[in-house]
Nanobody, 122 residues
Framework: QVQLVESGGGLVQPGGSLRLSCAAS????????MGWFRQAPGKEREFVAR????????RSANSVKGRFTISRDNAKNTVYLQMNSLKPEDTAVYYC???????????????WGQGTQVTVSS
């Protein structure tokens, strides 16, 4: 069992930066790959980035490549999403998820946080 709690969302101007954090409980954090997903109003949840259990392999969606970076600190049971050069179209609720998977499909992740709102607006 893994419980996930996201933080770090907020309102930011276009071109600004935010860092999201996702704190995990439980002693099995290092077992799981971690993913970030987002869901904008009226849209389906979409993949943003994922990182392997060791942190050695990452993958990002084309829409955020070069702007967002996923990382993890296994000693702190935390995964991060550094978001730079934010655009209005990045506005969404951002969720972290844990799964024993290489997948970028949300259905393949077993545990989810409650989400944190990111709003990019001037």
């Amino acid at each position: 069992q893994v419980q996930l709690v996201e933080s770090g969302g907020g309102l930011v101007q276009p071109g600004g930066s935010l860092r999201l954090s996702c704190a995990a409980s439980g002693r099995t954090f290092t077992t799981y790959a971690m993913g970030w997903f987002r869901q904008a109003p009226g849209k389906e949840r979409e993949f943003v980035a994922r990182i392997s259990s060791s942190g050695g392999v990452t993958r990002s969606a084309n829409s955020v490549k070069g702007r967002f970076t996923i990382s993890r600190d296994n000693a702190k049971n935390t995964v991060y999403l550094q978001m730079n050069s934010l655009k209005p179209e990045d506005t969404a609720v951002y969720y972290c998820a844990a799964g024993v998977t290489w997948s970028i499909s949300s259905t393949d992740y077993d545990y989810w946080g409650q989400g944190t709102q990111v709003t990019v607006s001037s």
